[in-house]
């Protein structure tokens, strides 16, 4: 028996006063022909209350408490790009280039409006990375992901660093280890803390990463890659936003033996890949990022197909609905759950998959509030042992399921081992 474990990233939504959600308004035919056939039910990925980044999400729905294993998102960026931090020495960041005033500050897109293509950024990266610090005690290292996203790496030639520092992004809010959406945030760059003032070794991390920003704010101001934007009208990348600081690994039981079964992945995003890594999963990889949906979702299916031949879990992550529920655009993320459906999804039915298939979300991105929520997640599950509900696949059917309701995404497997294997 295998299992295909589909998340589709940021897909869950906030029923409106009609009770509608993307989900329900997507015209999914194959996504729903699956649903009908399977049970329905909804999870909290950290609990009740808890808007969560993806990367503690992923954690969860894979088996793990956050709350005892997570040790900050960037080492698992980091990781997911093939840089192991030295631990006490370096902390990382998730980064994003950004668009400031650089007089006051105030940001003005926290994503360059979604505009900056991944070589831009590769550029941009060249000339901030390897800056020197405090004086030649330490330095950075940048490396460029995915369009505006990045790695920041801090580090000191001697001492030792922290990664119980806050965020300079005022979208995102440390609580302990785990970084949290916050509604409506302030729009001006914060100032890097540690969260003990008394903590050494995060108060020169704090001053190092600060010391970084107000560099690379200097340094990006007057790159010709900006102002050759500026001329077209593009918003220029100007500052870089650094959040979730680590500086180590999460130290967990590998998931093969905490499961007992052989899990891969087939993940686009590096946290993904660094937290399949980390965990010691079999890791399939795709290349297709900014090609025609077709193309990337195929790829998608196709690296899935080759790791169910040597797993018995395969974790497949697919980015579209988030992004445009961060923006906001309800229609877009509806036509970005409509492309799993039609690229990824129909391409499974007609491969005459017999195995059993679990979907869910990692978390809730509502369009209408442009950020992570804390709202419940709907998780669908088809196997041969498992009772049709007979529902389609959205929030307010999986409030109706058999499955019914794990209070914590890290539940999730417990259960669905005993109804598949």
């Known amino acids: 028996m295998k299992l295909l474990f589909l998340v589709l990233d940021g897909a869950a939504d906030r029923p409106n006063e009609k009770g509608e959600t993307p989900l329900s308004m997507a015209k999914k035919p194959n996504l729903d ?32 408490d956050p709350d005892k294993y997570y040790t900050g998102r960037g080492p698992l960026e980091a990781l997911g790009v093939g840089y192991r931090v030295k631990e006490g020495h370096e902390v990382a960041f998730r980064a994003n280039f950004a668009t ?54 801090i580090g000191v030639k001697s001492g030792r660093l ?20 916050v509604p409506n945030p302030d729009n001006r760059l914060a100032q890097i803390r540690p969260l003990n003032p008394q903590d050494e070794a995060a108060s020169l991390t704090a001053k190092l990463a600060n010391e970084f920003v107000d560099k690379v704010i200097n340094i990006l101001k ?11 009208g593009l918003l220029q990348a100007n500052v870089i936003l650094v959040r979730d600081a680590g500086d180590s690994l999460p130290k967990v039981t590998p998931i093969n033996q905490l499961h007992g079964l052989k899990f891969g992945a087939v993940a686009e995003m590096p946290v993904e890949r660094g937290i399949a890594r980390a965990l010691g999963m079999d ?33 497949v992550h697919l980015k ?25 999804v129909a391409r499974l039915i007609k491969s005459n998959w017999g195995d059993s298939i ?64």
């Open 222 to 232: 007057d790159h010709p890659l900006n102002k050759e934007r500026a001329k077209k």
């Open 162 to 181: 922290s990664g119980d520092v806050t965020n300079n992004d005022p979208a995102y809010v440390r609580v302990g280890k785990v970084s949290v959406a």
């Open 358 to 421: 679990l979907v869910t979300s990692d978390h809730a991105t509502p369009w209408a509030l442009k950020a992570h929520s804390d709202d419940p997640v709907p998780i669908m599950l088809k196997s041969r042992k498992v009772k049709a509900d007979g529902l389609t696949l959205n929030e307010i059917n999986a409030s109706k399921g058999s499955l019914g309701k794990f209070e914590h995404g890290w539940l999730i497997m417990g259960r669905i081992k005993e109804l598949v294997f």
């Open 283 to 315: 890791v399939e990889e795709v290349k297709l990022y900014n090609a025609p949906k077709d193309e990337v979702l195929g790829e998608r299916f196709e690296a899935t197909m080759k790791l169910l031949e040597r797993v018995d879990v395969a974790y």
């Open 100 to 153: 400031i005033n650089p007089e006051t500050r105030v940001i003005l897109d926290r994503r360059v409006g979604r505009s900056l293509e991944s070589w831009e950024a590769q550029e941009l990266a060249k000339a901030v990375d390897g800056i020197e610090l405090g004086g030649g005690l330490g330095y950075a290292r940048v490396i460029a992901t995915i369009g505006h996203r990045a790695v920041v790496i």
């Open 33 to 64: 022909s699956l649903a009908v056939q399977g049970a329905l039910g909804y999870h909290y990925p950290l609990g009740v209350g808890r808007a969560p980044e993806s990367d503690a999400a992923v954690l969860s729905i894979l088996g793990y």
């Open 320 to 344: 579209g609905p988030d992004e445009p529920g961060h923006d906001g655009d309800l229609k877009g993320k509806v036509k970005a759950i409509e492309d799993i459906d039609e690229y990824y």
